[in-house]
């Protein structure tokens, strides 16, 4: 069975623009901030480094080199085997993950909006537990703690109070060291880290091809834990890159396959994720925008040429909008990401429950989001042509103008679409004597389902303890320095 796909692309056009991200590496290069170590390791793998600058320039083969040796099957791991997460996914579908970094709360009582608190991202978690489509999150913005430590506090909440797979953004250099040993003592050490990563790393570049000394050591130190990196680049068509897709789309890989190749020259084998995350500039106002029509297209197809030029996972918003509220544009905006990220092939959509251009989050968004993003996945598992689906006895043996309900076909196969749980279905008649409850009423009511009962896979009490003496360290040589 084949789920459906569409491409910008020609293949001649793939070709082109493959070698195209190839000379822009070779012969312009890009910038990296000083990083000494790093310098050093990338010369020594065959990447030209001019030491005064920081300018490095990677021969093709030597990129090619890189390319081969990031593998193109590994898991993102999880404190509970059921909720390690292989990539590609086997039914060749997606995985999802929530907004990052928010501020914001949209809070689901009130719809008013405040900022995120510790609490706040312990019962995000708990919601997080009990949808199923969404496979792994990470962390909100607590702002009721030090802000030079608020990752640390983050992913520190977050691994008490679920086990579904982490995906760590570091706010700083000096915290990427107790981020990853948090890692290393809720898996069991370095070695269970490194076989079972339930946490990966997300690094970015700053865009146009420059990369901070920060994100530098996040590479270094995330390929020497054995950890999963997701490599991101954020263009902003109009501001930080030119204002047309098909530049966009190169600058985005270049910056992209520069993660890789650190990656790779540090330690061959780190499984890397491409995270093409592509905004738009409004230019009436100057805002970067996530959901405009110029960035699903540039994101949909720097997915679309990433894994046909380099067969790499891909990740990506496959969710979110640019409204403040949740509303018919929040609603239009993310169904219609949804639907195209699904088609472009993304392996993993990120943005489930994010609002206002990923700076706020809302649990009832995130509901609706968990049972669109399953109507999508029911749509990209495509259609069965055997001869069972085809039905091809029952046709040609039923009179035309007869009917198919009494069939036995019919009655082996009546559970397989797609059955909603908030999306309402009914009559007027039945819809109105039932309470006339909308979508909202009903996500509220799941909320409050989902939110009654005990979080079953909080951490063991002994665990917590270690990652609290951790976070402590960290306060003490951070916040007090």
Same mark, same amino acid.
């Given at each position: 069975?084949?789920?459906?796909?569409?491409?910008?692309?020609?293949?001649?056009?793939?070709? $082109?623009?493959?070698?195209? %991200?190839?000379?822009?590496?070779?012969?312009?290069?890009?910038?990296?901030?000083?990083?000494?170590?790093?310098?050093? +390791?990338?010369?020594?793998?065959? %990447?030209?480094?001019?030491?005064?600058?920081?300018?490095?320039?990677?021969?093709?083969?030597?990129?090619?080199?890189?390319?081969?040796?990031?593998?193109?099957?590994?898991?993102?791991?999880?404190?509970?085997? #059921?909720?390690?997460?292989?990539?590609?996914?086997?039914?060749?579908?997606? &995985?999802?993950?929530?907004?990052?970094?928010?501020?914001?709360?949209?809070?689901?009582? !009130?719809?008013?909006?405040?900022?995120?608190? !510790?609490?706040?991202?312990?019962?995000?978690?708990?919601? +997080?537990?009990?949808?199923?489509?969404?496979?792994?999150?990470?962390?909100?913005?607590?702002?009721?703690?030090?802000?030079?430590?608020?990752?640390?506090?983050?992913?520190?909440?977050?691994?008490?109070?679920?086990?579904?797979?982490?995906?760590?953004?570091? &706010?700083?250099?000096? $915290?990427?060291?107790?981020? +990853?040993?948090?890692?290393?003592?809720?898996?069991?050490?370095?070695?269970?880290?490194?076989?079972?990563?339930?946490? $990966?790393?997300?690094?970015?570049?700053?865009?146009?091809?420059?990369?901070?000394?920060?994100?530098?050591?996040?590479?270094?130190?995330?390929?020497?834990?054995?950890?999963?990196?997701? @490599?991101?680049?954020?263009?902003? @068509?109009?501001?930080?890159?030119?204002?047309?897709?098909?530049?966009?789309?190169?600058?985005?890989?270049?910056?992209?396959?520069?993660?890789?190749?650190?990656?790779?020259?540090?330690?061959?084998?780190?499984?890397?994720?491409?995270?093409?995350?592509?905004?738009?500039?409004?230019?009436?106002?100057?805002?970067?925008?996530?959901?405009?029509?110029?960035?699903?297209?540039?994101?949909? *197809?720097?997915?679309?040429?990433?894994?046909?030029? &380099?067969?790499?996972?891909?990740?990506? &918003?496959?969710?979110?909008?640019?409204?403040?509220?949740?509303? *018919?544009?929040?609603?239009?905006?993310?169904?219609?990401?949804?639907?195209?990220?699904?088609?472009?092939? $993304?392996?993993?959509?990120?943005?489930?429950?994010?609002?206002?251009?990923?700076?706020?989050?809302?649990?009832?968004?995130?509901?609706?989001?968990?049972?669109?993003?399953?109507?999508?996945?029911?749509?990209?598992? *495509?259609?069965?042509?055997?001869? #069972?689906?085809?039905?091809?006895?029952?046709?040609?043996?039923?009179?035309?103008?007869?009917?198919?309900?009494?069939?036995?076909?019919?009655?082996?196969?009546?559970? #397989?679409?797609?059955?909603?749980?908030?999306?309402?279905?009914? !009559?007027?008649?039945?819809?109105?004597?039932?309470?006339?409850?909308?979508?909202?009423?009903?996500?509220?009511?799941?909320?409050?389902?989902?939110?009654?009962?005990?979080?079953?896979?909080?951490?063991?009490?002994?665990?917590?303890?270690?990652? #609290?003496?951790?976070?402590?360290?960290?306060?003490?040589?951070?916040?007090?320095?």
């Amino acid at each position: 069975m084949v789920g459906s796909k569409f491409s910008f692309f020609s293949l001649e056009q793939i070709n $082109s623009l493959r070698d195209r %991200v190839f000379d822009l590496l070779e012969n312009h290069g890009v910038k990296l901030d000083p990083h000494p170590e790093m310098l050093r +390791i990338l010369a020594n793998a065959g %990447v030209k480094v001019d030491n005064e600058t920081g300018i490095i320039k990677i021969p093709q083969p030597v990129m090619e080199n890189f390319i081969n040796q990031a593998p193109k099957n590994f898991s993102l791991g999880a404190r509970c085997q #059921d909720r390690v997460l292989k990539l590609p996914r086997p039914d060749r579908t997606f &995985y999802v993950r929530t907004g990052t970094g928010s501020h914001g709360w949209i809070d689901p009582e !009130t719809n008013k909006y405040r900022k995120v608190m !510790t609490v706040d991202l312990a019962n995000w978690a708990k919601l +997080i537990n009990g949808l199923d489509e969404i496979s792994f999150m990470p962390f909100l913005f607590p702002n009721d703690v030090p802000r030079v430590t608020a990752d640390i506090y983050g992913l520190s909440t977050l691994l008490k109070n679920t086990d579904k797979h982490i995906l760590v953004q570091p &706010y700083s250099t000096e $915290s990427i060291e107790y981020l +990853i040993n948090i890692g290393k003592t809720v898996a069991g050490g370095n070695k269970a880290l490194k076989g079972n990563p339930l946490i $990966s790393m997300i690094t970015c570049a700053l865009t146009p091809r420059a990369f901070k000394q920060m994100d530098i050591e996040i590479i270094l130190q995330s390929s020497r834990a054995g950890l999963p990196i997701h @490599a991101c680049s954020l263009p902003s @068509a109009g501001s930080t890159a030119p204002i047309t897709p098909a530049a966009v789309i190169l600058l985005a890989t270049a910056e992209i396959l520069t993660i890789l190749a650190m990656a790779q020259a540090v330690a061959p084998g780190t499984p890397v994720v491409a995270c093409p995350i592509i905004f738009s500039v409004d230019m009436r106002t100057g805002r970067s925008l996530q959901s405009s029509v110029e960035s699903l297209k540039c994101a949909s *197809g720097a997915v679309q040429f990433i894994k046909a030029a &380099y067969n790499l996972p891909t990740h990506n &918003y496959g969710s979110g909008s640019d409204a403040p509220n949740v509303d *018919g544009q929040s609603m239009s905006e993310r169904s219609m990401l949804s639907m195209l990220m699904g088609v472009s092939g $993304s392996d993993i959509f990120g943005g489930a429950g994010q609002l206002e251009v990923a700076t706020a989050v809302s649990p009832l968004q995130l509901i609706v989001d968990n049972e669109v993003v399953s109507m999508v996945r029911h749509i990209m598992q *495509g259609i069965n042509f055997d001869d #069972d689906n085809l039905a091809w006895n029952i046709i040609t043996e039923t009179n035309p103008g007869d009917h198919f309900l009494a069939s036995q076909h019919t009655l082996q196969h009546c559970r #397989d679409g797609f059955t909603p749980h908030n999306f309402t279905k009914l !009559t007027r008649d039945t819809w109105e004597n039932g309470g006339g409850k909308d979508l909202m009423d009903n996500v509220l009511e799941q909320y409050h389902e989902l939110m009654k009962g005990e979080n079953r896979s909080l951490l063991s009490r002994d665990l917590a303890t270690e990652i #609290d003496s951790i976070v402590k360290a960290a306060n003490k040589k951070l916040v007090h320095q």
